[in-house]
């Protein structure tokens, strides 16, 4: 996805308590589209050796990203609604290992061995569970089986949890290779970090961020989460302050989903001390305030980045692209899902790896690809992922755009929706023309609803019970 025209320089969204109460409903943050709902049972091995053979051979070979899951933490954060294994047993991470591995052989073999890396990010999880001789070993196996860009071209990004670095690690990170970073860290606050079972004092967390520093990493990326319990706008605006005065590069500010039928560890939080609806928005008024002032740009949903960033570069360009790990600069990548619970975006398809342990090693120890479920995307599907994943990361569309990439008449095909966004043109958070669809600065926080204009399988309500609350 490529966008011409203008791209106008970020306005910050305007907070509207009134509007976002009303349109407080679940839906999807489309890290894909088909969100993985619509993934299905029958998309197998054999389908991905289909799409990933079709992906190969191009005049000019198209990249490839390798999304790497490392499932372990060594204790639970109340809140995470992540896909982990909670154990301190570290034999489980050789285990783990050895699978990778075998998973790696097989997906190398499908690509073109002309087909270059230009971004790998290790997530989890917490990658940082793996040893110094682990991380090694993991990053020497990549560089054997895959062809990775020079450190001046690639994007090569790791989760760390703070509270698992050794003194030497992040030394170790950067000359393994590693030049982009993501720290946890989701609120500076005590007690909010005992109500969650995440105990890390702010001297980690800083010296971390020092080391980062000092080993000439490209880019330092946070992790908050607004709306945990006992967080409050004064304390929050606290944790906010010190984190702006440690000038992370990009900053993602996760509104908490709280969804403990789904998150059986989220049971364990005290729902009295969750912050009210009232004074959960007052934290992200305060958060955008806090943010804007502070030079940060909204790129959307949840991140915020200084306008040096590449993220931000990238939206000026009209380069900028969204996927499973958020927003992302690369988006001309095929996308190789590596380990337990990954998603993978090889051309027209989408494949989810098995969700369980078990289930992952079963089928890799048979000599089998990993793949559990996943779609091809249909041409709808692809022309709804443009419009939705344009408006995601501009705020604005070009009918003219579509209509050049796709053979449709833009108002024709989309006759249904234009009527569904009347609502919102009425509200003030859009303007639509024949011409140009505009998110203006009102409707950016509630850009998903807008999206979910778009969303063809998200007629009935049941589908939307799977999703968290916007804001
Ligand atoms: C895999 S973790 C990051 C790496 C490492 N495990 C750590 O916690 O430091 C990914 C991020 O997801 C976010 N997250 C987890 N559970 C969440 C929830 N229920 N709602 C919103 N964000 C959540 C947190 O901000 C967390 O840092
Ligand atoms: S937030 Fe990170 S460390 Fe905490 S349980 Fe989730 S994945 Fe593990």
């Known amino acids: 996805m490529r966008v011409n025209g203008d791209i106008k320089p970020t306005e910050p969204p305007l907070f509207d308590a009134e509007l976002i109460r009303r349109y407080d409903v679940n839906g999807p943050r489309y890290t894909s589209y088909p969100t993985a709902l619509q993934f299905r049972g029958d998309f197998d091995a054999d389908a991905y050796l289909v799409c990933a053979q079709e992906s190969n051979g191009d005049p000019i070979p198209t990249p490839l990203s390798l999304y790497m899951h490392i499932p372990f933490c060594a204790t639970v954060c109340f809140y995470c609604a992540c896909n982990k294994v909670v154990t301190r047993n570290r034999r489980h991470a050789a285990e783990y290992l050895h699978h990778l591995f075998l998973e790696m052989e097989m997906q190398a073999r499908l690509f073109d061995a002309d087909r270059t890396v230009e971004q790998l990010h290790l997530g989890g999880g917490t990658p940082t569970f793996l040893d110094a001789d682990q991380l090694a070993q993991l990053m020497a196996q990549t560089r054997r089986l895959f062809h990775l860009a020079p450190d001046t071209e690639g994007e090569y990004a790791i989760e760390i949890d703070p509270r698992t670095l050794r003194p030497d690690s992040v030394a170790q990170l950067r000359q393994l290779g590693f030049n982009r970073v993501s720290l946890g860290v989701q609120d500076l606050d005590e007690d909010v970090q005992q109500a969650v079972n995440r105990i890390q004092p702010e001297e980690v967390t800083l010296s ?3 080391a980062i520093r000092k080993e000439g990493f490209h880019s330092l990326a946070m992790d908050l989460i607004y709306g945990l319990p006992r967080q409050t706008p004064d304390s929050f605006a606290r944790t906010l302050e010190r984190i702006i005065a440690m000038r992370p590069d990009r900053l993602s500010v996760f509104n908490y989903a709280h969804l403990p039928h789904r998150f059986k560890t989220q049971q364990q939080i005290d729902e009295s001390a969750l912050p009210g609806a009232e004074d959960k928005l007052r934290i992200l008024q305060l958060a955008i305030t806090q943010l804007t002032a502070a030079r940060y740009e909204y790129i959307g949903m949840d991140h915020f980045a200084l306008p040096g960033d590449s993220l931000c570069q990238a939206r000026r360009a009209g380069t900028l692209h969204r996927n499973f790990q958020g927003y992302s600069t690369r988006g001309n990548c095929d996308l190789i899902g590596l380990g337990m ?3 993978g975006q090889i051309d ?25 479920r996943g779609i091809v995307c249909s041409a709808d599907d692809r022309l709804r992922r443009q419009v939705i994943m344009t408006l995601l990361c501009y705020f604005s569309l070009r009918p003219t755009d579509i209509e050049r990439d796709w053979d449709v008449v833009f108002w024709d095909y989309f006759a249904r929706e234009r009527q569904r966004l009347e609502a919102f043109v009425t509200d003030g958070l859009l303007r639509v023309d024949d011409d140009l669809i505009e998110v203006l600065p009102r409707g950016r926080l509630l850009i998903r609803n807008i999206c979910m204009a778009f969303d063809q399988y998200l007629r009935d309500s049941d589908q939307q019970q799977g999703f968290s609350k916007a804001l």
């Open 341 to 343: 619970s990954s998603i």
């Open 208 to 210: 971390a961020v020092a």
């Open 348 to 372: 027209n398809c989408y494949a989810q790896n098995a969700r369980t342990l078990e289930s992952y090693y079963a089928l890799v120890s048979a000599g089998r690809l990993p793949v559990e």
